[in-house]
């Protein structure tokens, strides 16, 4: 059978966080279970690619390569996001090559402060700037900085590789296929619309309807919350983003949340769509403590 015949099965994998060799690890046995099933893998991450594990640049760079060979796709997690915003706004040069544009639907830490939520209610600009970045490098951006070789206490050494910063602004606010949909957390049935109408060019991208697009995108990136209905009518609904003690499904919602908490010593899981199939592997240790 050529390889054009050969079924594909897509197994969608939760928040690896670099933690890349556990992810090698889970990565031979989706291989291995799809031949035995005698159908090609395309392996999805639901995001969060990066940050608290200790090789967040290997992960980035396996699923780049993975992505120009057809066998590997990934969506934005609010990880990649919070990369992007502080560099953004503390090391805007990584923004200047051909294809590395801040994408238009992300809120810049201007627009956050702006919009006059959470942390931005309670503080002036000044401490804001200096607040953000330092939540992100504490919620695992030192370790990301650190898997590339940069100072973390040093902005001034951010210099990331066009080819990473192209690779992270096209990372897609979700991934479908006939049988389900995923996005990095939880969705809202009428954010998930309002998303999929802007990026499939349905809507236009001016004035009211970017904050409101802005908006469901942050939803689609940071919500825990179970959604009020199905996020999909036909189609199961997969998401990563609140680590599980197992991967679990609610059945009526049609929801399939796969983020096992690898980073925090769990496990790292894959679910094979086709099949409604669980594939894991332990993590070697908590990666939020000292070794």
């Known amino acids: 059978m050529s390889d054009l015949a050969t079924p594909v099965w897509p197994y969608l994998v939760g928040d690896i966080h670099g ?5 090698l690890e889970l990565e031979a046995l989706i291989f291995r279970h799809a031949e035995k099933n005698q159908v090609r893998a395309l392996i999805v991450s639901v ?29 934005l997690g609010n990880h990649e996001v919070m990369l992007l915003q502080v560099l953004h706004h503390l090391a805007p040069w990584n923004f200047e090559a051909e294809g590395c544009h801040f994408p238009l639907w992300l809120s810049t830490l201007e627009e956050l402060y702006a919009q006059g939520d ?16 330092h939540l992100w490098l504490s919620q695992g951006g030192w370790q990301t900085l650190q898997s590339y070789d940069m100072d ?3 902005p001034a050494s951010w210099c990331f590789s066009p080819f990473v910063v192209q690779y992270l602004v096209s990372l897609p606010l979700y991934w479908e296929s006939e049988l ?3 996005t990095h957390a939880l969705a809202q049935p009428e954010d998930l619309r309002l998303v999929k109408s802007a990026m499939s060019g349905e809507l236009s991208l001016s004035g009211q309807q970017v904050q ?8 689609l990136l940071w919500r825990r919350d179970l ?14 983003h609140t680590p599980m003690s197992h991967v679990r499904r609610w059945r009526l919602l049609q929801c399939t949340q796969i983020d ?27 990666y939020l403590q000292p070794a």
């Open 47 to 75: 995001g969060d690619l990066i940050d608290r594990g200790p090789d967040s640049a290997s992960v980035v760079a396996h699923f780049l390569q993975g992505q120009q060979k057809g066998t590997h796709e990934a969506i």
């Open 260 to 286: 096992t908490g690898c980073v925090y010593g769990r496990s790292l899981s894959a679910y094979c769509l086709p099949r409604d199939k669980v594939l894991a592997v332990l993590a070697a240790r908590n």
């Open 212 to 219: 409101a697009v802005k908006q469901a995108v942050h939803s």
């Open 118 to 133: 959470g942390l931005a209610a309670t503080m002036d600009w000044d401490n804001y700037q200096v607040t953000i970045p």
């Open 19 to 23: 933690c890349f060799s556990e992810y």
């Open 152 to 154: 973390p206490a040093n």
């Open 227 to 240: 959604p009020t209905g199905r996020p999909d009518p036909q189609r199961l609904h997969v998401s990563g």
């Open 180 to 182: 389900g949909v995923a």
